[in-house]
């Protein structure tokens, strides 16, 4: 599957917030991700034809599919991240570099990132 940062931005965003939360809504999502909740709706249609999301009502929860693709992008988020810090990039640079780097880093990339924040 082709990644989309747009697709990857909203799954982690609604992964996040339904850690804090019982409950996601688009007026949430729409906060965090700093859009319109107009916006919102049409990427949560989108997110419910791939088969990420499903809703009722105002809630928004994420299917097992959009659960384990969220995870996947929180962890390569997390992963840039720490890697970044390890580096000696301060915190707030490693956090905005790392939501860009997680969209289009390689899996091989990624891997060997990995590897080596897990081994220092």
Partial sequence: MKRNRSTEDYLECILLL???SEYVHRVD?????GVSQPAVQKAVKILQASGFVECEGMHIYLTRKGEEYAARVYDRHCTLKEFLEKLGVNAADA??????????ISEAAFEAIKNFVKSN
């Fill in 29 to 33: 999502v729409a906060r965090k991700v």
């Fill in 95 to 104: 956090e905005a570099d790392a939501c860009e780097m997680e969209h289009v």
């Fill in 18 to 20: 339904s850690q804090r």
